[in-house]
T-cell receptor, first 115, second 115 residues
């Protein structure tokens, strides 16, 4: 069964720093990997989706990489801002179920950007 | 872009009450929708896959008679928590995607509190 692990569980850094969030998964048979942002008490906002054939995706100050063979992904946030404070979730879409399966999530990284 | 609407956002009710949560895809048709549950400080866990026009597929450990799912149209799935008890208190969130290789879109979630 797929397991997704995110490190660190929590991170607090001063504004302006560049930072990296890590995600690992146990089964490399995936369709894609997705990074989400969750604000307290809110739903999820999709940040980036990387297909299994891709190595990275970029959106603004965010860059996500994928190394499927080693079961790892990183989310790089450049020039962090207080508005980036949130919980960041990594989720994989397994390919073993023919694409009809839901996502498997990590527990998330709780990020605080200090003004 | 594609939007998923979930209602209600917050429910507080007495033990024994049945609670219905709706999930709508607003500008696309979704033959499949997913229901997740998130306990405090835990990952989102897939509960069931809602299939339009057929029975839902439940994950191991999820009681199908407790969590009734109806997906009567291509834009609406409902989750009914029957005879809810305090241990059912959680954050419930749905998702849908219009294509397999596109990001899943999530509703804003429903925070259910059973007294």
């Amino acid at each position: 069964k797929q397991e997704v692990t995110q490190i660190p569980a929590a991170l607090s850094v001063p504004e302006g720093e560049n930072l990296v969030l890590n995600c690992s998964f146990t089964d490399s048979a995936i369709y894609n990997l997705q990074w989400f942002r969750q604000d307290p008490g809110k739903g999820l906002t999709s940040l980036l989706l990387i297909q299994s054939s891709q190595r990275e995706q970029t959106s603004g100050r965010l860059n996500a990489s994928l190394d499927k063979s080693s079961g790892r992904s990183t989310l790089y946030i450049a020039a962090s801002q207080p508005g980036d404070s949130a919980t960041y979730l990594c989720a994989v879409h397994d390919s073993s179920g023919g694409g009809a399966d839901g996502l498997t999530f990590g527990k998330g990284t709780h990020l605080i950007i200090q003004p | 872009g594609a939007v998923v609407s979930q209602h209600p956002s917050r429910v507080i009710c007495k033990s024994g009450t049945s609670v219905k949560i709706e999930c709508r895809s607003l500008d696309f048709q979704a033959t499949t929708m997913f229901w997740y549950r998130q306990f405090p400080k835990q990952s989102l866990m897939l509960m069931a896959t809602s299939n339009e026009g057929s029975k839902a597929t439940y994950e191991q450990g999820v009681e199908k008679d407790k969590f009734l799912i109806n997906h009567a149209s291509l834009t609406l799935s409902t989750l009914t928590v029957t005879s809810a008890h305090p241990e059912d208190s959680s954050f419930y969130i749905c998702s849908a995607g219009d294509r397999r290789n596109q990001p899943q879109h999530f509703g804003d979630g429903t925070r259910l509190s059973i007294l």
